[in-house]
């Protein structure tokens, strides 16, 4: 079951419990596909639709809009047009929006003070930062389908230079096997002129355009002839990137693909394949062109990105890039850099709480560390950024002494035997978390003596640390205070520091 299926099911639990349905599409062409698909499927229920887009006359659009305010309309499908100020409902109860990522933070901010108390669905393959966010932090509640439909297979995906002669061959290869080819060309200027090259490249092919520049009638009339198969090949833009299914269309070319997005190829890819059919997708650039380094990272990534589901993880690293941005209001940028990531996410895990009626989480106990120890992750030791700043963030993560293990035993399957700073690193980590555990909120070092601070000194604790480290601890009282622990020379300032917080946190 894809996310439509849910949709559509969600809609009739919603107007057979006698309530109305919008369904809010980017595009008419996908509007109009829902808008069909819904007629079939619902036409054995006393169940009325509208549709509201440029592929409807405007007395067309009136009935529906009479009918909205009246209740005589359970579900409209369409697309921005459902925002217009003239939009009344008689009793909404669900609004649906498909590829929400197509639509701006305006819309969506219009959206929810237009319906205010109602559900609200939203469907994307690869959702925006902000709403994967807020899903992520608890504001929205998330789903995520990892199943693919029965007899689906992963996409086939080559990246490569323009060479007219292999495409030549695998358009011939799809036309072959009975099936459709989309070529996307991406300027409606020039796309006459490569419908004509398309057609001389493959003798006796059945060549077809579709743009957005073009007439309701026009487009219904290309897409007709795509699906009745008397298209061989559509020659488009990328028109087609949202939800269109033409499941005997099943390999797909692209024309300068360094020049989009990274969800926008993983949408547009996701085009072909809706069948049990093994599909082929030519993402291609410019002959001798130099691709950016970002271009080159965003075609690596699609290559990467071939099995099911890969559209959240896209997401993600989409969200680790750009940020989350504010979650309230209209600005895509929010200010978690004034203070920081981890404090951002406490302070908003405490709101979300709020809001819920529940208890905020506790604070959690920190200690920091401040002393003459390598701790690093180098760059010989893991090449890439993406791989150390998970490392980082592994280690960051230990509680206990079995954590700090498996991180290190991971950390030797993947990369090799642990560079002495790695596993420093891994030290100070732990000890960061006995630390917090014996009531020692920050660790210094001066020379050879370490001070650790604390506000819960009690003399059972300094008994038990002199008695760990005789004639070495000190204890100083005065407002803010501390045990000073002499490190003996040759002696790694760890070992003592590590023998000290055991003796505090067993007292």
């Known amino acids: 079951v894809g996310k439509t299926e849910v949709a559509l099911r969600a809609a009739f ?15 008419t062409i996908l509007a109009w596909q829902h808008y069909s698909n819904m007629l079939a499927r619902m036409e054995a229920f006393p169940i009325k639709l509208g549709l509201l887009s440029r592929f409807r006359t405007k ?26 100020d003239d939009i009344k409902f008689h009793d909404l109860g669900l609004v649906i929006i ?23 669905l939203t469907l994307s393959a690869t959702p925006i930062p902000r709403t994967l966010n807020m899903a992520m932090s608890g504001i929205r509640d998330m789903s995520t389908i990892e199943e693919p439909p029965v007899e689906r297979q992963p996409i086939e995906t080559y990246v490569m230079e323009y060479d007219p002669v292999i495409l030549a061959e695998a358009i011939k290869k799809e036309l072959a096997r009975g099936g459709q080819v989309y070529y996307l060309h991406n300027r409606v200027d020039s796309i006459e002129a490569t419908a004509g090259m398309v057609g001389r490249m493959v003798p006796g092919a059945r060549v077809g355009v579709a743009h957005g520049k073009m007439t309701e009638e026009q487009l219904g009339k290309v897409w007709q002839q795509l699906l009745d198969g008397d298209i061989d090949v559509l020659v488009c833009t990328t028109l087609i ?3 269109v299914d033409v499941r005997n269309c099943n390999t797909l070319i692209i024309e300068d693909a360094d020049r989009m997005g990274l969800a926008q190829l993983y949408q547009i890819r996701g085009r072909v394949g809706r069948s049990g059919r093994k599909a082929y997708a030519y993402f291609t650039f410019r002959r001798d062109k ?35 941005g504010s979650l309230l209001g209209q600005s895509q940028h929010g200010h978690m850099q004034a203070v920081g990531y981890d404090l951002y996410m406490k302070i908003l895990a405490g709101a979300v709480a709020l809001a819920k009626g529940e208890a905020p989480p506790p604070d959690k106990a920190d200690c920091l560390i401040d002393i003459t120890v390598d701790a690093y992750i180098p760059d010989s ?22 954590d700090a293990s498996d991180v290190l035993d991971e950390l030797i399957d993947r990369y090799g035997d642990v560079p002495k700073s790695v596993s420093g690193l891994v030290d100070i980590s732990l000890i960061r978390v006995t630390a917090a555990k014996a009531g020692v909120y920050e660790i210094g070092q001066k020379r050879d003596t370490l001070l650790l601070y604390s506000d819960k000194l ?22 803010k205070p501390y045990l000073a622990v002499r490190v003996d020379r040759g002696e790694a300032p760890l070992t003592a520091l590590r023998a000290v917080l055991e003796a505090l946190v067993n007292d």
């Not at 009935?63 to 499908?77: F, P, Q």
């Not at 004639?471 to 009282?477: D, F, I, L, T």
């Open 59 to 84: 007395k067309q659009q009136e009935e529906t809009i009479k009918g909205l305010r009246s209740g005589t309309v359970d579900i409209v499908v369409g697309t921005h047009r459902l925002l217009s």
């Open 98 to 120: 498909d590829e929400e990522q197509r639509f701006g933070v305006k819309h969506k901010e219009k959206l929810k003070e237009a319906f205010i108390g109602v559900d609200m």
């Open 241 to 243: 990137e949202t939800g």
């Open 290 to 324: 130099v691709l950016t380094d970002v271009a080159a990272k965003r075609l690596s990534a699609i290559r990467e990105f071939t099995s099911f589901g890969s559209g959240f993880r896209i997401a993600m690293r989409d969200l680790q890039i750009r940020g989350a």
């Open 381 to 402: 030791y893991i090449p890439e950024a993406a791989g150390r700043i998970e490392a980082y963030k592994r280690i960051a993560a230990i509680e206990t002494a079995e």
């Open 458 to 479: 009690t003399p059972a604790a300094i008994k038990a640390a002199t008695a760990a480290l005789p004639g070495r601890v000190m204890v100083n009282a005065g407002s």
């Open 13 to 27: 639990k919603c107007v057979m419990g006698g309530k109305q349905c919008a369904i809010l599409a980017p595009t």
